[in-house]
């Protein structure tokens, strides 16, 4: 079975520019959720999503919005981006949202803003 | 709101002897999990163990175990025959109900160095 796979694995955005970052979950993983994890620190959740609706978010502004399609991929889009946006953004996926579900993560995708 | 400590950022253990990473945490809920993650170089969270917080009964995963104190609200790793592949990032990681959140809150992590 194919694990979590997040894509691209690196990027170089400019300040005030929108990027989209994409992450296909685990096969037979119907919820996905976005965390961001800044150099040195622990991961802080961003928003998760559950069969294509928003189930949760952190404490992120609106311009950290997001998508989940029928087939439980997902994208994370951030708009007028700041230079504090750089960080590693990290996609996992999980079979449902109840609490005692184990989370599959993927590698991140870097991203840098200039 | 719930919170994850690691009060250690880094930590060093000779191959093949044990060492322990300490957590606490905070929180108001009585149902939640706990859990351990590593994360190499390579970026990738993984799951070293979990604990249910109804579970008395301590967590092991072959040379992993944790010691979780609920009413100290501590929740410490144990790896036992320490070896190369075990340095990395590790988080100690909190599992809200749907109702608070439906999330991991992550402490700030220890970097474990492994000396041959």
């Known amino acids: 079975e194919t694990g979590v796979t997040q894509s691209p694995t690196h990027l170089i955005k400019t300040r005030g520019q929108q990027v989209t970052l994409r992450c296909s979950s685990q096969?037979?993983?119907?919820?996905v959720s976005w965390y961001q994890q800044a150099l040195g620190q622990g991961p802080q959740f961003i928003f998760q999503?559950?069969?294509?609706?928003?189930?949760g978010r952190g404490n992120f502004p609106p311009r950290f919005s997001g998508l989940q399609f029928p087939n439980y991929s997902s994208e994370l889009n951030v708009n007028a981006l700041e230079l504090d946006d750089s960080a590693l953004y990290l996609c996992?996926?999980?079979?449902?949202?109840?609490?005692?579900?184990?989370?599959?993560f993927g590698s991140g995708t870097r991203l840098t803003v200039v | 709101a719930q919170t994850v400590t690691q009060s250690q950022p880094e930590m060093s253990v000779q191959e093949a002897e044990t060492v322990t990473l300490s957590c606490t945490y905070d929180?108001?809920?009585?149902?939640?999990?706990l859990f351990w993650y590593k994360q190499p170089p390579s970026r990738q969270m993984i799951l070293v163990i979990r604990?249910?917080?109804?579970?008395?009964q301590n967590a092991t995963e072959n040379r992993f175990s944790v010691n979780f104190q609920k009413a100290a609200k501590s929740f410490s790793l144990k790896i036992s025959d320490s070896q190369l592949g075990d340095a990395a990032m590790y988080f100690c990681?909190?599992?809200?109900?749907?109702?608070?959140?439906?999330?991991?809150?992550f402490g700030a992590g220890t970097i474990l160095r492994v000396k041959s």
């Open positions: 996992a996926s999980s079979l449902g949202t109840g609490v005692g579900y184990g989370y599959t």
């Open positions: 096969s037979g993983h119907n919820t």
């Open positions: 999503y559950y069969r294509e609706e928003e189930n």
């Open positions: 929180t108001s809920e009585s149902d939640y999990y």
């Open positions: 604990q249910e917080a109804y579970k008395q």
């Open positions: 990681a909190y599992r809200s109900a749907p109702e608070y959140g439906n999330k991991l809150v």
